[in-house]
């Protein structure tokens, strides 16, 4: 097994917490599940043709890095995992790069389909995809 997918095992069975009043974040795994769905997330992205390059300068990987911790963050913080979000808003970080509905639309399907391969419970699933969309 590769070291990639035996850290996809570990992260896919990392602890979710079934406590319905902990915070949406911990209920879908916090830290470990979150950064295995962005590496899906941006996995996905970058194979699709159109969506990629938009994304052309995280083809280094320093970037690619930089462009996760910055999701991570903004995720947990949009699943009540974390006070706030000091990067940019979603609207400020987007409005200059021309993204048309449907690439937006279509990068808002990459988000369905990875999130799904991480098993959230429906209830985290739903907002989730409510509170990003
Ligand atoms: C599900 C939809 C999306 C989410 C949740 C999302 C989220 C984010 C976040 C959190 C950042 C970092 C903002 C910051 O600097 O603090 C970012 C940056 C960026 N996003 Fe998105 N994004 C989405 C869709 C898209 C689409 C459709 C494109 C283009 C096709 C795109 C292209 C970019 C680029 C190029 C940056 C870097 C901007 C910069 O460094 O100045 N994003 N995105």
Redesign the pocket.
């Known amino acids: 097994m590769s070291a990639k997918s035996f850290r996809n095992v570990v992260e896919e069975s990392a602890s979710v917490v079934t406590d319905e009043n902990a915070s949406l974040y911990d209920q879908l795994g916090g830290d470990p599940k979150m950064k295995l769905f962005i590496d899906y997330f941006l996995d996905g992205i970058m194979a699709d043709q159109e969506?990629a390059c938009?994304?052309q300068?995280f083809k280094d990987p320093h970037q690619m890095e930089i462009?996760k911790f910055?999701?991570l963050n903004?995720f947990k913080w949009k699943l009540d995992g974390a006070p706030f979000y000091i990067?940019?808003p979603?609207y400020e970080?987007?409005k200059n790069?021309g993204?048309t509905d449907e690439?937006?639309d279509a990068?808002?399907a990459v988000?369905t389909s990875q999130l799904r391969r991480i098993k959230p419970k429906m209830k985290v699933f739903r907002e989730f995809v409510q509170r990003?969309g």
């Open positions: 969506l938009y994304h300068k462009l910055k999701l903004f990067g940019t979603m970080a987007h790069l993204i690439v937006f990068a808002s988000f990003v």
